[in-house]
């Protein structure tokens, strides 16, 4: 993997985890914060897998274009919406596992 690819995979998982921090106060009647962490890991793994896929497809898309990219001047904004997007898509996959598992969003922590 080339510096450049691996560097876009670390900036995609650091984005995930910087995420997972500002996450909100997810909440369900009965029960505890460690069920609560729990709960949370599981859908944090669960984005992770389907984020680590998207990033390999990213660092492909970048590796194709990138001497393009970098020739319109447009390379560090490409590589910036790829990684929002994936950012994006891990926040969601949380959201909706944990939604899924009977917790609620509280106020943001």
């Known amino acids: 993997m080339r510096a450049s690819s691996q560097a876009l995979v670390n900036a995609a998982l650091l984005a995930l985890c910087l995420a997972a921090c500002a996450s909100p106060n997810w909440q369900k009647a009965g029960a505890s914060d460690a069920d609560r962490k729990q709960a949370l890991a599981e859908c944090q793994a669960e984005a992770k897998a389907a984020t680590d896929r998207e990033a390999r497809i990213d660092q492909d898309i970048t ?4 001497q393009d990219w970098q020739r319109t001047g447009v390379a560090e904004s490409r590589r910036n919406l790829l990684r929002d997007r994936t950012r994006a898509l891990g926040e969601n996959i949380v959201e909706r596992c944990m939604k899924s598992k009977g917790w609620l969003r509280g106020p943001e922590s």
């Open 63 to 66: 590796s194709t274009f990138q």
